[in-house]
């Protein structure tokens, strides 16, 4: 529990510094994807901090390339 609050208050200082001189300085699509960031981010820390299982990337990389890799193998074979 306090580990989610900790993300949420981190998550909250950061907008506070960061949004108002990008909003100054006029730069709306570095604001939207900083804002996209900041939210992948909180969400994934309050998902670690729930302890919530969360998929390592790799193993997408692993699930698209095993079976090219099997059929490499037939081929060289």
Known sequence: MW???GVLFVAIVILIIEV???WKA???KELW???FLLLCGTVLGIAKGLQLDIPNPLDWVAVIFE???YILQ???K
């Open 33 to 35: 994807i900083f804002s």
């Open 20 to 22: 108002p001189s990008l």
């Open 3 to 5: 580990s989610v609050l």
């Open 74 to 76: 037939g081929l060289l």
């Open 26 to 28: 006029k730069m709306k």
């Open 67 to 69: 079976p090219l890799g």
